[in-house]
């Protein structure tokens, strides 16, 4: 069964430092979601690209946050400089896109962060 | 006012017992509607989708109600295994191509 794949799993890293999260998503799935989740929270929409194309990162604090999909599959999320409130689970979704039905994400199993 | 909201429990029920859990949603235009499934610090997984003339699989049956803005999701004969946190979705086609929006989710614990 095709999986969407993060890396790492884990990671710690002190305030003030840069951190990236990689995700690869499910061939032939043109949407990638990052989402971030805070424990006793839902995910909250970080960024959502169409291929390569950036469609919604109004939830973005782009003043740390950067995403790219530079050949519209596999993407990565930095995060520079980390603050402590930054720490949460960052989930990597893909899934299908038709406007005519509604597509279903599938989740990577995410890359917990911890901020110290 | 957030676009779903669930109400986040928790919910404590013996095994065998019947549970419903329900959601409401702010925009009208919504198009689609997921439940997920959420066990401890692991990623969602999809539970079912949620149609206009209402869906079973198995001992889960979910509604939805366009009038009122409402889903909801109901587990018979619960099982241990059904312990996990439940979170409703709704897609928003609208001007953001099939954009997501999450519920907190809905704590359940079933117990022996």
């Known amino acids: 069964e095709a999986e969407v794949a993060q890396s790492p799993r884990y990671k710690i890293t002190e305030k003030s430092q840069a951190v990236a999260f990689w995700c690869d998503p499910i061939?032939?799935?043109?949407?990638l979601y990052w989402y971030r989740q805070i424990l006793g929270q839902g995910p909250e929409l970080l960024v959502q690209f169409q291929d390569e194309s950036v469609v919604d990162d109004s939830q973005l604090p782009k003043d740390r946050f950067s995403a790219e999909r530079l050949k519209g599959v596999d993407s990565t999320l930095k995060i520079q400089p980390a603050e402590l409130g930054d720490s949460a689970m960052y989930l990597c979704?893909?899934?299908?896109?038709?406007?005519?039905?509604?597509?279903?994400?599938?989740f990577g199993q995410g890359t917990r962060l911890t901020v110290v | 006012r957030k676009e779903v909201e669930q109400d986040p429990g928790p919910f404590n029920v013996p095994e065998g017992a019947t549970v419903a859990f329900n959601c409401t949603y702010s925009n009208s235009a919504s198009q689609s509607f997921f439940w997920y499934r959420q066990d401890c610090r692991k990623e969602p997984k999809l539970l079912m989708s949620?149609?206009?003339s209402g869906n079973e699989d198995g001992r889960f049956t979910a509604q939805l109600n366009r009038a009122s803005q409402y889903i909801s999701l109901l587990i018979r004969d619960s099982k241990l295994s059904d312990s996990a946190t439940y979170l409703c979705?709704?897609?928003?086609?609208?001007?953001?191509?099939?954009?997501?929006?999450f519920g907190r989710g809905t704590q359940l614990t079933v117990w022996p």
């Open positions: 949620v149609y206009s």
């Open positions: 979705v709704v897609n928003d086609r609208g001007s953001t191509l099939g954009r997501l929006y």
């Open positions: 979704a893909s899934s299908t896109w038709d406007r005519g039905l509604g597509s279903e994400a599938f």
């Open positions: 061939s032939g799935h043109a949407t």
